[in-house]
């Protein structure tokens, strides 16, 4: 490997030209301006071009610089070469066309794992430029306000040696104000004073404005591929209201006349920038990814795995709150009902699967259901659930498996069937008349009219007195409220500013379902209710799969079923 130098440009630009990547990353200005940190080497071969890149003893490879057709030839170099030299490997960075052509070749050797916190925003240049149009109204106003502010101020091309020490200075004046002034901040710097000794090389431009001839804000930017113009260093006076706007729009205007869109890199993970960056609306983004070899397992969680496990759970249902989350896990998850997919140490996949009773036929019998899986979000499209859920089934061969589906078409294609339906109904509140309920408080009645209701199924879920320990418990933590109307059943509900939404409804006789409905006749808003499919309640009505169920003999499909499961 050789240590990649200034003088280098000309010997390297052949092999960047013949890749045409998108994406910063692979411009040779960003590659020099970061080197310092990165330590970059590379290897030129017949028909590619390597580099490697060394950041804080972290070996990783830039896409290999090549045409499609020596992709496969790059990659087994660079693989054997980690292997060689006892590091992992590792392509960062790479973008979605790149994988696109790889990933048939590769998908049962390598891993793709979204990085978004990498991903370049891509902005309209005109939109930037003019400030026109509604989207722009906000930094138009900015604009408007430091025009007529400073309506003396100046724009000019920087000039390396004349105004080095104006730059220096001035980096030095706006980073030290700054009370967490960080690692990253001292390396840009550094960065931004090689690339300004290193002007007569590299292909870049800078330029400043100054009010009252003091320098308030500079800018250096430089041509991509694709017509695009990548945005290196935006400093400024935060002081001075609308000088952001006015420095690249200045820069726009006088440069790079012919490129049509902005490159503005990354938002690091930085919630702060994310927000910023997408305030000026992208038209694009260049997804990066991370590439690894696949080094999997499967295997039941240790007591260290359940915070990873909590978090992953997190990422992926977005809809659960923390209160809702602790609850689950406080009551139940059990690590011995639980398997989870790792990526070496990482766990990426996650399924838990439990004992449940049913009812068929008047006969109890011994059942498992999928209480959850998710897989983390970066690493879905590429079989981790399914590898997971193929384990399972293996490991329970013969059991009868139920899980509830929300996208049912993934779970065919193992065997799942549709078993069991329920009504979603919007209540036509004309059914509903004023009269006396008598509302009971006693919650034991909660069993016994579950367990007089589902007698008259063909199949049905059994609860032991745990369930129904956990099930107010539950129900009380998350404000859901519980109904109970005496001798004729009970309804589990949250209400919200809009509607009441009865998520479990327990009758005893034909006429209890208008007893209890009757309960919301003050009530202004509007009423959904899940229920069996057997119940007559007039409204708006959706038949919907509440279970799919995984067994060697398929049932006969009937409506005669039930089970709602509230965890």
């Known amino acids: 490997m050789k240590k990649l130098k200034l003088e280098d440009y000309e010997i390297i630009k052949p092999y960047l030209d013949l890749a045409n990547y998108e994406g910063y990353n692979s411009n040779f200005v960003t590659m020099m301006m970061w080197n310092h940190e990165y330590h970059i080497e590379y290897e030129i071969h017949e028909h590619y071009l390597v580099m490697l890149h060394n950041y804080k003893g972290t070996y990783f490879w830039a896409m290999p ?34 994988i696109d052509e790889i990933k048939e070749i590769y998908k049962d050797e390598l891993i793709f794992e979204k990085t978004p916190y990498n991903d370049d925003y891509i902005y309209d240049r005109k939109m930037l430029q003019t400030l026109s149009g509604k989207k722009m109204q906000k930094r138009r106003n900015h604009y408007n306000a430091f025009i007529k502010a400073y309506p003396d101020y100046v724009y000019r091309d920087l000039d390396i040696k004349e105004d080095f020490d104006t730059i220096l200075n001035c980096l030095n004046k706006w980073e030290s104000n700054k009370d967490d002034l960080s690692e990253s901040m001292t390396s840009e710097i550094f960065g931004i004073m090689y690339l300004l000794s290193s002007k007569k090389i590299l292909n870049f431009e800078v330029g400043g404005i100054f009010i009252n001839d003091v320098m308030e804000a500079f800018i250096i930017a430089s041509p991509l591929k694709h017509q695009t113009i990548q945005i290196h260093v935006e400093k400024a006076n935060k002081n001075i209201r609308g000088l952001y706007p006015a420095i690249l729009k200045e820069m726009l205007e006088h440069h790079f006349s012919d490129e049509l869109y902005v490159n503005r890199e990354e938002d690091m993970g930085l919630e702060n920038l994310r927000k910023s960056k997408q305030s000026l609306h992208p038209i694009k983004m260049i997804h990066k990814y991370k590439i690894t070899e696949k080094q999997m397992n499967i295997q039941q969680p240790s007591d260290d795995d359940k915070k990873q496990i909590v978090d992953l759970w997190k990422m992926c249902f977005q809809d659960e709150t923390d209160q809702s989350t602790d609850y689950y896990f406080q009551n139940l998850y059990h690590k011995e009902n639980t398997y989870v997919l790792k990526q070496k140490n990482r766990i990426i996949s996650v399924i838990q699967i439990v004992p449940m009773s049913f009812s068929i036929k008047n006969e109890n019998k011994q059942s498992y259901f999928i209480l959850g899986v998710c897989t983390h979000p970066n690493y879905q499209g590429q079989g981790m659930m399914k590898s997971l859920l193929h384990y399972v089934i293996r490991k329970y061969n013969g059991e009868r498996i139920y899980l509830q589906a929300y996208i049912p078409e993934i779970y065919r294609p193992f065997g799942f069937y549709a078993s069991h339906f329920h009504q979603k109904i919007k209540l036509d509140k004309n059914y509903l008349y004023q009269e006396e309920l008598c509302i009971e408080d006693d919650t034991r009645y909660l069993k016994k009219y579950y367990d007089s209701f589902t007698k008259n199924f063909d199949e049905y879920r059994i609860r032991d007195n745990e369930y129904w320990k956990q099930l107010v418990i539950r129900s009380q933590s998350f404000e859901d409220k519980i109904v109970i109307i005496k001798n004729n059943g009970y309804m589990i509900f949250h209400e919200n500013e809009h509607s009441i939404y009865i998520s479990e409804f327990i009758y005893l006789h034909k006429e209890s379902i208008h007893h209890l409905l ?21 409204g708006e009505k959706e038949k919907i799969i509440t279970m799919m169920c995984l067994s060697l003999e398929k049932d006969e499909i009937n409506d005669n079923k039930f089970v709602n499961e509230i965890y």
């Open 518 to 538: 009757n309960y919301f006749y003050l009530y202004q808003k509007d009423i959904y209710i899940e229920c069996d499919m057997k119940a007559n309640i007039p």
């Open 65 to 98: 610089f090549t045409s499609k057709e020596y992709y496969k030839e790059a990659i087994e170099y660079m693989r054997e070469y980690s292997h060689k030299h006892h590091f992992d490997f590792i392509i960062d960075c790479a973008i979605e066309s790149f």
